[in-house]
């Protein structure tokens, strides 16, 4: 099976000549759930908006689907299927729950209804707060939103910045079940993580990034696994 997506050798920051990203090689078959972990300023956001459009690469290639897709906007990406959740300002706080999902199917061409009855099928609780204001929500509601209005286009790739940051626990375990739930759907999933361990549990493969570069890569397992995985990322007693 051919990747869905393969990022090359790419090079990419927020100031010219000031690359964070230094060469980076990533790639993610149909299906798969890759998650990315590192220590802070390794990389790991720049290098989902730099795959979804928000960041030109200076060097480098990103293929989608066997297209090269690198230097196209974020609008033309999601056009091809890639949709991307950011991390903050995800949602839009004034409208309730079901017009923030009508904006999630902006290209779609007549009515959504059909489309929102599948998300609310996937988040039960969007489905009871479907007339609530968005910014009135819990943090892991907005997340589940934020989640339902990228899929409301029936993307082949989801991208998920930092889905857990700021959520209590109980609230990170409600958000890692339904991620795993959208992937068992078929979908593939980017999920970019400070919570290493639970990333790496539910991820088929994974990649540590430090200083912008692709330090490790491997199976979830292989890397929780890894002793220095252990001690940089997960916490010296997680491996006794």
Known sequence: M????VVKDVFAGYVADVP????INFSIAPGELVTVIGPNG?????????????????????IFKGENITG?????????GMCYVPQVCNVF???????????????????????????YTMFPKLA????????????GERQMLAMGRALMLDPDLLLLDEPSAALSPILVKDVFAQIKAINA????????????????MMADRGYVLENGRDKLEGSGQSLLNDPLVG??????????
């Open 2 to 5: 051919s990747d869905l997506l």
């Open 20 to 23: 964070i990203l230094q060469g």
């Open 42 to 62: 390794a990389g790991k956001s720049t290098l989902a908006k730099t795959i979804f459009g928000l960041l030109t690469p200076s060097q480098g290639e990103i």
């Open 72 to 80: 196209l906007g974020s609008d033309q990406i999601v056009r091809r």
């Open 93 to 119: 706080g004034s409208l309730t729950v079901a017009e923030n999902l009508d904006m999630g199917a902006f290209l779609h061409q007549g009515p959504t209804q059909t489309l929102k009855d599948r998300i």
């Open 128 to 139: 009871q707060r479907r007339n609530q204001r968005a910014g009135t929500l819990s943090g």
């Open 185 to 200: 759907t078929g979908k593939a999933i980017i999920l970019v993580e400070q919570n290493a361990k639970q990333a790496l």
């Open 231 to 240: 001690e940089l990322y997960l916490g010296a007693a997680y491996h006794n």
